[in-house]
């Protein structure tokens, strides 16, 4: 007759209770972080387009990235800016500079709309806006965001563009709104706005 013992199962015996110099952190002893408030930005801006550029050269493919962005101080002020570079935070620095360099103040009346109607064309883009007297803001596309930024009320804009080419629609709003332009405001280069398209990809 076998009269051994047979093993206890110490594992759950354990004791899993914490030591006694051990404490729970509570509520007062947390030391509370130091908040980090990011400085609010001096125009509102959006982002337009990004792109991604293929470049063909002898030792195969080079990426890059191109970037337009508007921006605006929803008090009459507008700009655009398109930017290049191997990084997208590098195109969308570049960008914005450009947009500041080639803001200027759009000439509008006590309510914040324009005083005629105006029209220009870009490509195959054709844009009019035109007063309509206390109907809000009747506009589609990228050039609902272009009249968001700078602040114009109570205008109805009608885009004629066989294209869906969003970069090529903000310029014909850059440049219809330039129209409205004050004399006092600084001349952008309008040259730089409405330069050649470069063969693309859009990234998804």
């Known amino acids: 007759m076998d009269t051994a013992k047979p093993k206890q199962n110490t594992t759950n015996n354990r004791n899993f209770s914490r ?3 051990s404490q729970r952190r509570g509520g007062d002893d947390r030391k509370s972080r ?29 990426m890059t990235f191109a970037v337009a962005i508007a921006i605006g101080d929803k008090k009459g002020s507008i700009g655009l800016g398109t930017g290049k570079g191997g990084d997208t935070a590098i195109a969308i620095a570049k960008a914005l500079r450009q947009a500041k360099k080639n803001m200027f103040k759009i000439k509008t009346n006590k309510e914040m709309s324009i005083s005629h109607a105006v029209s220009d064309k870009f490509a195959s883009s054709k844009l009019t806006i035109m007063p309509n007297r206390g109907k809000g803001l009747v506009a589609g596309s990228t ?12 205008v109805t804009a009608k885009l004629h563009s066989g294209s869906k080419n969003k970069l090529n629609n903000a310029r014909v709003a850059y440049k219809t709104l330039y129209q409205l332009k004050e004399k006092s405001s600084v001349t952008p280069t309008v040259a730089t ?11 998804k």
């Open 34 to 62: 130091p908040s980090f408030e990011r400085p609010k930005p001096e125009f509102d801006q959006k982002m337009v387009s990004i792109r991604r550029v293929t470049r063909v050269v002898a030792g195969g493919r080079r």
């Open 143 to 154: 050039v609902r965001d272009m009249l968001i930024l700078g602040g114009i009320k109570n």
């Open 19 to 21: 030591p006694a110099n």
């Open 193 to 203: 706005i409405v330069e050649a398209p470069v063969v693309s990809e859009e990234v």
